[in-house]
């Protein structure tokens, strides 16, 4: 069973490396519905795979000064306090009955919905906010919202595992529609490895990380990565992108169902 973990691993690492998103959106459901781990295993399991595999993204990014660190500090404090929250929250719980794992369950399939919302519509959301100037924020009311956003992705990553990706770079762009594409990759990756560690330790303190599963996860995805780049230069990316949508669509259709 090793075996196929590391392959899934290898598959959703190939299309994050060819889209930059799918990570968390695609390994969360795959391991609840396809190999039946219950949904808070799955996402205390993805979030401690998300805060390796991201730490070494940012590292990239770095070097290439890519990273806006002002705005991961604002996501930063809105994010890991929520974060933490939203742990302490699931410890009172005790024990996850029936209802709560539904619930996660159910807030995994909407933050999917969300990561395909912002693959679809992503350019028409700026599109709208360059013909409407006056919507763009700026100064201290661009702080709070990024404040506010930061704290809404912590606690939907620390549920679903889910949001820091397509979601959060949408939400940034849509923030600083100014900033290269590259420093909103670069800064949605760096704020979400705060995150993902502070919510990837609080799952662990809830005992909910699979170490076997995560480490064959891990064989697979970081190969994956790597291939799925080397591959994004000659797949269009529109084409890829509408395949991963319709893809995650149907898989948020059955996780709500």
Same mark, same amino acid.
Request: glycine share 10%; charged share 10%.
């Given at each position: 069973?090793?075996?196929? %973990?590391?392959?899934?691993?290898?598959?959703? *690492?190939?299309?994050?490396?060819?889209?930059?998103?799918?990570?968390?959106?695609?390994?969360?459901?795959?391991?609840? @519905?396809? &190999?039946?781990?219950?949904?808070?295993?799955?996402?205390?399991?993805?979030? #401690? &795979? /998300?805060?390796?595999?991201?730490?070494? *993204?940012?590292? /990239?990014?770095? #070097?290439?000064?890519?990273?806006?660190?002002?705005?991961?500090?604002?996501?930063?404090?809105?994010?890991?306090?929520?974060?933490?929250?939203?742990?302490?929250?699931?410890?009172?719980?005790?024990?996850?009955?029936?209802?709560?794992?539904?619930?996660?369950?159910?807030?995994?399939?909407?933050?999917?919905?969300?990561?395909?919302?912002?693959?679809?519509?992503?350019?028409?959301?700026?599109?709208? @906010?360059?013909?409407?100037?006056?919507?763009?924020?700026? +100064?201290?009311?661009?702080?709070?919202?990024?404040?506010?956003?930061? #704290?809404?992705? *912590?606690?939907?990553?620390?549920?679903?595992?889910?949001?820091?990706?397509?979601?959060?770079?949408?939400?940034?762009?849509?923030? %600083?529609?100014?900033?290269?594409?590259?420093?909103? /990759?670069?800064?949605?990756? #760096? %704020?979400?490895?705060?995150?993902?560690?502070?919510?990837?330790?609080?799952?662990?303190?809830?005992?909910?990380?699979?170490?076997?599963?995560?480490?064959?996860?891990?064989?697979?995805?970081?190969? +994956?990565?790597?291939?799925?780049?080397?591959?994004?230069?000659?797949?269009?990316?529109?084409?890829?992108?509408?395949?991963?949508?319709?893809?995650?669509?149907?898989?948020?259709?059955?996780?709500?169902?």
């Amino acid at each position: 069973m090793s075996l196929a %973990y590391t392959v899934s691993g290898l598959l959703v *690492g190939l299309l994050v490396g060819l889209t930059g998103v799918g990570g968390g959106s695609l390994m969360t459901p795959l391991l609840t @519905l396809l &190999f039946g781990f219950s949904p808070a295993t799955a996402v205390g399991t993805d979030l #401690a &795979f /998300a805060s390796i595999t991201k730490g070494f *993204g940012t590292l /990239a990014h770095r #070097a290439h000064g890519h990273v806006q660190w002002q705005v991961v500090r604002r996501l930063c404090v809105g994010s890991l306090p929520a974060a933490v929250a939203a742990i302490l929250v699931l410890k009172s719980a005790g024990e996850l009955n029936a209802q709560w794992l539904h619930a996660i369950r159910v807030t995994i399939g909407v933050s999917v919905l969300l990561t395909v919302l912002s693959l679809l519509f992503r350019k028409q959301m700026l599109a709208w @906010l360059a013909r409407n100037p006056r919507f763009q924020l700026e +100064g201290r009311k661009q702080v709070v919202a990024t404040v506010l956003v930061g #704290a809404v992705i *912590g606690v939907l990553v620390t549920v679903s595992s889910i949001g820091a990706g397509a979601v959060g770079a949408t939400l940034i762009l849509l923030l %600083y529609p100014h900033m290269k594409p590259a420093e909103v /990759a670069g800064t949605d990756i #760096a %704020y979400a490895v705060p995150l993902t560690a502070v919510a990837g330790l609080g799952h662990v303190w809830l005992g909910t990380v699979d170490w076997n599963l995560l480490l064959a996860l891990l064989v697979g995805s970081i190969p +994956g990565i790597w291939l799925g780049a080397q591959l994004s230069r000659a797949l269009p990316e529109r084409i890829v992108r509408a395949a991963l949508a319709t893809t995650l669509t149907l898989v948020a259709i059955k996780l709500v169902s």
